[in-house]
């Protein structure tokens, strides 16, 4: 059972030392019952005290981890039902199931189209996490080499899918040393399972249609030793789906209930509808698994889906930014204008993207605004004349350039009269409100 703050405040030092960075112990014990800090901030506590405040200090859902060959894809360890509370911390990883019935150049072409998969977004590239393989044969000598077949055109982490712990097993011997999610136990064959994911080390998965039986088989597993595990609430319509995400999730976090403290393992694309699979990926992504297993890999499907993962898993207090600096673009001259932006990374990259489409040599002042779009940092004050002036100056961008042009955004026009006063020497001008129109403009007006 976890224990209360006050419970957990008299197996503390109380002495207020504030090496933990709350002013007092009792803060800190209010924090360590929210799970919201990790008892090792608390460089004081006994050995005896932290035996008995190992449950209170563990997370509700338990990190679990996939490994292979130096690439790796955690789930777990969140401790909010909700992204404004507080920021999500594991991306959920998006998996790509392939069946060992496939024909084998078919099911090359799928691997190293996944494994080449990569898509630029704000400065990041984004990539699919892993592969499922699925026995379908019945013939664990095909299952075998299917995984062999695998594991030789990428280096992602795996996921090996049957019911028969004796085909789990024969897969397992093609990777040999590695930790592969299992999938999965049920209430015929856990055992069976469960001693397999001992003896490799391996998570494993578990799968009921009930929460009670979800919660029977965990416990059970935890008694043979197998402590990571992650849970299939078999539900693979929308409303059950997020129903049981819900409730799983609820009761892990609101109600700290060990038995359901697992990651969820999601299927999509069990519904054999390529629209639904994407739709019912985006709920699992939202709402709240941890593995996302797809049957069909296509880029303009995929790219919504990494990008939406993005979005959730970034902390909202701290907003996505761009080192602040001057930027070149198409091989700017000192004849060249200089545009100015804040480094929000969708702005910058919104407007950086249609800079470079338009051909024309530019340069970009990329202006330190705490990671705020143009219009927010002007109302924050962290965008206006002082600082964009401070920013010219602390880049040197008057030493880049003979003629010295400096275009605004057109969303704070009302700072053009402010910046010539701070740059005398500079022809100020004021560009389009939207990035898009920017390339239109750089034609029209700056040649």
């Not at 136990?185 to 578990?206: I, S």
């Not at 003979?402 to 969303?411: A, D, E, K, S």
Request: hydrophobic content about 45%.
């Amino acid at each position: 059972m976890a224990l209360s703050g006050i419970e957990i405040y008299k197996l503390l030092p109380q002495t207020n030392c504030k090496d933990c960075e709350f002013p007092t112990c009792l803060a800190f014990a209010m924090k360590l019952a929210a799970k919201q800090v990790e008892l090792s901030a608390c460089p004081h506590v006994s050995e005896e005290s932290k035996a008995r405040l190992a449950e209170s200090a563990e997370p509700p859902v338990r990190l679990i981890e996939i490994k292979a060959n130096g690439n790796s894809i955690q789930a777990g360890n969140e401790i909010a039902l909700f992204r404004h509370e507080k920021t999500f911390y594991h991306k959920p990883g998006l998996f790509v199931r392939l069946r060992d019935d496939m024909e084998s150049a078919a099911l090359i072409g799928v691997v190293r189209a996944v494994d080449a998969y990569r898509v630029g977004y704000v400065g990041m590239d984004l990539t699919v996490d892993g592969f499922a393989v699925e026995a379908c044969r019945g013939d664990k000598e095909a299952f075998a080499e299917t995984v062999a077949s695998v594991r030789q055109n990428t280096r992602r982490p795996l996921i090996l899918m049957s019911r028969d712990a004796a085909m789990i097993a024969a897969g397992l011997r093609a990777i040999d040393g590695e930790n592969p999610l299992l999938y999965a136990a049920d209430e015929t064959n856990w055992e069976a399972m469960t001693e397999l994911a001992a003896e490799h080390k391996a998570p494993l998965a578990v799968v009921a249609p009930t929460l009670e039986g979800l919660a029977d088989l965990t416990q059970k597993a935890k008694d043979k030793g197998v402590m990571d595990l992650v849970i299939d609430p078999a539900a693979r319509d929308f409303s059950e789906s997020l129903a049981r995400a819900t409730q799983i999730r609820r009761l892990a976090i609101k109600h700290n209930f060990r038995p359901l403290g697992f990651p969820l393992i999601a299927f999509p694309g069990e519904c054999d509808d390529l629209v639904k699979e994407a739709m019912l990926a985006a709920q699992a992504i939202a709402k709240y698994a941890g593995f996302i297993v797809l049957d069909h890999f296509s880029a303009e499907a995929f790219y919504p889906l990494l990008a939406l993962r993005e979005n959730i898993y970034t902390d909202p207090q701290k907003p996505i930014q761009v080192q602040p600096g001057l930027y070149e673009f198409n091989n700017p001259t000192p004849e060249s204008p200089v545009l100015v932006t804040t480094n929000f990374s969708i702005t910058y990259f919104s407007v950086a993207n249609e800079v470079e489409s338009s051909g024309m040599p530019a340069w970009l002042v990329v202006a330190d605004a705490e990671g705020m779009s143009v219009l927010t940092a002007w109302a924050a004050g962290k965008f206006d004349a002082e600082r964009i002036a401070k920013d010219v100056k602390r880049f040197e961008v008057a030493g880049k350039v003979t003629r010295r042009r400096i275009v605004l955004p057109g969303q704070v026009a009302v700072l053009s009269g402010e910046l010539e006063e701070e740059l005398p020497d500079w022809e100020v001008k004021v560009g389009p409100r939207e990035a898009v129109d920017l390339p239109a403009y750089m034609k029209q007006v700056l040649l």
